[in-house]
């Protein structure tokens, strides 16, 4: 889901995080507008959360949708968002609207990403991965679906600062699914532990 706290408003760092995506965004269909190799381009957001925060912020879901919108260009471009969690799905496509150019999917995030990757997709495909959804995609998903991708971007989003703060405070179980992601990314917990500070631990990333 989006970067909210739990009054579902969006905060001042998921702002920053949501102007950089839109600002890629942009470019990247700029750019890949005016490629002769590929007719159709894919944004694909598997965590696109409800659309719109309570306190009227837009997320990346209406980010993308207003972007593709105003686009001129002769490519096909898809939109493709997956919210798994059910009253967000219904409240994501209430939020965006029906268009032809959005498929809406009610997945959890790595059987969507495999759909997605094995089926007839063309073209060239940016795979935008929330801060907030990136621990959730097994290491089966991304050396398959994400890192071993052709025509594909990826724009992952990976809260360093905050993965160390936890890791300095949090209990055990809040610890596992970032534990996880870094063992996955063959990042020892052992290694973590040793770090004293935060810049030592941005270079072990």
Partial sequence: MEALNTSYNIEEHSKVKLSIYKEYLKAYLAIMSVQI???????????????????????????????????????????????????????????????????????????????????????????FIDPFGYTQISKNTYENCLLNSKNADILIFIPIYHIYRFIKRDTEEQLAPIAKFLNDFNIPETDVKKVSNYGEFAELI
């Fill in 37 to 127: 190799w590929y007719k159709q381009i894919n944004v694909i957001d598997p965590f696109a959360g409800v659309g719109i925060s309570n306190n009227g912020q837009d997320g990346s879901a209406i980010i993308a949708r207003n972007i593709i919108q105003g686009m001129k260009t002769d490519k096909q471009i898809r939109l493709f968002l997956n919210e798994l969690d059910k009253n967000n799905f219904q409240q994501l496509k209430t939020n965006i609207g029906e268009h032809d150019f959005i498929t809406f999917c009610n997945e959890d995030a790595d059987k969507f990403l495999f759909e997605i990757s094995s089926g007839t997709l063309s073209g060239h495909s940016l795979y």
